[in-house]
């Protein structure tokens, strides 16, 4: 179970860190690059997303206002009927965690594979996301933090259950636009509540949503080397080098260019996206998204390519950043 924290879209004021931090797939917070215009992405009281000093329009003619070109937008979750094997998992869950927040819980969501309708049966994990009316105290953390134990030792259909948390003040907190609102308008599914993407506007790719997301990699990852290293349990050893190396193949996006306009969905859209930019990390990057699915490697093995890969990336944001 994870809670948000400084740069995710559960990076913020959040509660306490249950077990993992909240690091993949989520945020770095950035507020250093947003100014009051940052708000007219959301829903209520604007005409058009953009307007931040990260200015969507860099790459366009300067004579021309985003208003004369299309702009390109982020992907919205494709809304799917969700796959029958997964159905009475999700229903436990909500009434679980129902069960253990009561009026604490704002709005519960799904994201990961099973919004998508993409989930495996056996292979996949649940992945929910809870907004709260404010932190969890240390007794109330405690008692959430046996709900998904519990959703797996009763379904058999998911391989792990992860619960990421986040503070309803911080969600809506404009310095968090980029890691929350991305995350909740464009990754997850609201199955309780009130929706809080429909409050956002859809987001234009950009190197500001993907540090946002993604910004963290390096603490996460070297975290997940110490972890894998000091793993007996074959079991916990794999489920580490699955994750690490998801976060990883994603962690990749940050990378990316200001006219960059594809926006990765798939592990191996992030794969090949990548690929196409550094022809020469190819073998490296193919082989995480192989342990993303089926790890293989020993643990010796895999965390050296993890700290070679971590390290190329840091040294080549540093050079960009200094260029």
Same mark, same amino acid.
């Given at each position: 179970m994870r809670a948000s924290d400084p740069h995710c879209p559960k990076r913020c004021r959040t509660p306490p860190t249950l077990s993992v931090p909240v690091t993949s797939r989520k945020k770095s917070s950035i507020a250093s690059t947003i100014d009051d215009s940052c708000k007219?992405? *959301?829903v =209520?009281?604007?005409s058009r997303p953009g307007g931040t000093r990260v200015n969507h329009c860099a790459?366009? #003619?300067p004579m021309k +206002?985003?208003? #004369?070109? %299309?702009?390109? *937008?982020?992907?919205a979750l494709p809304v799917r009927p969700l796959q029958p094997e997964f159905i009475n998992l999700i229903d436990? %869950?909500?009434d679980s965690v129902l069960q253990e927040l009561g009026a604490l819980l704002d709005s519960l969501y799904l994201y990961g594979s099973v919004p998508r309708a993409m989930a495996q049966p056996g292979k996949s994990d649940l #992945?929910?996301?809870? =907004?709260? +009316?404010r932190p969890l105290s240390s007794q109330e953390t405690e008692s959430l933090e046996r709900v998904p134990s519990n959703l797996e030792a009763g379904h058999p259909e998911v391989t792990k259950v992860d619960l990421d948390l986040g503070v309803l003040e911080d969600v809506l907190n404009p310095a968090n636009l980029y890691s929350w609102g991305y995350w909740l308008k464009h990754e997850c599914r609201c199955i309780y509540g009130s929706d809080l993407a429909l409050r956002f506007q %859809? @987001?234009?790719p950009s190197p500001t949503v993907a540090k946002a997301v993604n910004g963290d990699y390096v603490q996460v990852l070297r975290d997940y080397v110490t972890r894998i290293s000091l793993a007996h349990d074959e079991d916990a050893t794999r489920r580490l080098k699955k994750e690490a190396a998801k976060k990883l193949v994603r962690a990749t996006n940050v990378l990316r260019l200001e006219a960059d306009r594809l926006w990765p969905e798939s592990l191996e859209e992030y794969a090949k996206f990548f690929s196409g930019r550094f022809p020469e990390m190819a073998e490296q990057i193919e082989f995480f998204l192989e342990h993303a699915k089926t790890p293989s490697a020993t643990n010796n093995v895999f965390n050296q390519r993890l700290v070679f @890969? =971590? #390290?190329?990336?840091q040294g080549l944001q540093c050079s960009s950043a200094s260029a």
């Open positions: 007219q992405h *959301f =209520v009281g604007c790459i366009l #003619d +206002s985003c208003r #004369d070109t %299309a702009p390109t *937008f982020i992907k436990d %869950a909500r #992945d929910l996301t809870l =907004v709260l +009316s %859809a @987001f234009q @890969f =971590v #390290d190329w990336m």
